[in-house]
């Protein structure tokens, strides 16, 4: 490809090394009106081209790296100090900025926004019209799409689905670690709690606290609170437990 046909460049002398990686900045070679950059405004580090195709009208601005076998393509943005990496893939119109990490073979596409210090790994996938933020982590095979949003500390992993906002609940914390806990419809187990190490159905939690808080009066009267409020909202009629 000529340099006539790039979207973009290497800026000369600007490698970075990331993860044992090389990576350099670049520079817009075109206007691009829709995201305010103009021929010869830097961008932020990638690996390779493979890592923000130039046939694609995607942008990697300031101090975003994106590197490995990740991709950034169609209308995606990536900027602040995101990085996307491992076989990570953003695309569609969606949008990661701040201090967001996505990576493993996650996916964030469609209209979907992740921010502030969010991460999305594994075989995550956000996409449609979602909003993850704050500090939540979405991973393993969990799905966040249409219009829900996922934020402060929530932890949503395992085979979770959730389409709206009334999906998922984080409450805290413990008396003793100040620990959250997140609960989330999931299409395994139907409702899935995840605290700390522990993952697993609201039967797991209910055992698991029992166990572990015995000899902690406080934290187990707490423990027990949440498990109460979890069947509260979600009902032991939309659980798998046996």
């Not at 006539?4 to 350099?24: A, C, M, T, Y």
């Not at 389409?163 to 959250?180: E, L, N, Q, T």
Request: glycine share 6%.
């Amino acid at each position: 490809m000529t340099k006539q046909s790039k979207r973009w460049e290497f800026v000369p002398n600007s490698e970075i090394k990331v993860d044992g990686r090389i990576l350099r900045r670049i520079r817009a070679l075109v206007n691009m009106p829709q995201y305010g950059v103009q021929a010869g405004d830097f961008g932020g580090y990638v690996e390779h081209e493979e890592n923000l195709p130039q046939k694609s009208h995607a942008w990697i601005f300031l101090n975003a790296q994106v590197y490995g076998k990740a991709k950034v393509f169609d209308y995606a943005q990536v900027y602040g100090k995101a990085k996307v990496f491992d076989y990570a893939q953003v695309y569609g119109k969606a949008k990661v900025f701040d201090h967001v990490q996505v990576s493993g073979k996650a996916q964030v596409f469609d209209n979907a926004w992740v921010s502030d210090y969010a991460l999305v790994c594994d075989n995550a996938r956000v996409y449609d019209d979602a909003w993850v933020y704050n500090r939540a982590r979405i991973y393993d095979d969990a799905r966040v799409y249409s219009a829900a949003h996922v934020y402060n500390r929530a932890w949503v992993g395992g085979d979770a689905v959730i389409c709206d906002s009334a999906d998922w609940i984080y409450v805290g914390p413990s008396a003793s670690s100040r620990r959250f806990t997140t609960a989330h419809r999931d299409a395994e187990l139907g409702v899935r709690v995840n605290c700390g190490c522990f993952s697993g159905s609201l039967a797991e939690f209910a055992a698991a606290i029992e166990k572990t808080h015995q000899n902690s009066p406080q934290d187990l009267a707490r423990y027990r609170a949440f498990h109460r409020l979890i069947m509260d909202v979600f009902g032991k009629e939309n659980t798998n437990d046996k």
